[in-house]
């Protein structure tokens, strides 16, 4: 798995890296949807990795059905700092999720 991973990174020329976000910025948040704050069409919120709370424009019924689905999938989310005290929250626009696995017995 790491090796897909590496493979991952280097194809899209990503890295991983610590340090301070600032107010207003957008990054790549790399991570999993890990809890559901908020379904309600139009203002969805989710909390990323565990300690991140993504706010997101999510109209469509069917689509916020996607994300929980999605929920603990890694994903990439295209996102805007709005806060960083208490916690982070972040305006998210775009989710991007790696293909489906499938197995077969």
């Known amino acids: 798995m790491e090796q897909k991973e590496q493979n991952f990174f280097e194809k899209y020329g990503l890295e991983v890296s610590a340090g301070e976000v600032e107010l ?3 990054y790549p948040i790399y991570g999993m949807i ?5 379904e309600t069409p139009g203002h969805v919120v989710v909390e990323i990795n565990f300690s991140i709370t993504a706010n ?3 109209p469509e019924k ?4 996607v994300l929980k689905e999605r ?6 989310f295209i996102s805007t700092v709005t806060t960083k005290q208490p916690t982070v929250t972040v305006d998210c626009q775009t989710v991007v999720f ?3 696995q499938t197995y077969s017995a």
Do not use: S, Y
């Open 56 to 58: 997101m424009i999510v």
């Open 34 to 38: 890990t809890k559901i704050l908020d």
């Open 24 to 26: 207003g910025k957008t």
């Open 62 to 65: 069917d689509k916020v059905e």
């Open 71 to 76: 929920a603990f999938e890694p994903g990439i």
């Open 98 to 100: 790696g293909r489906r």
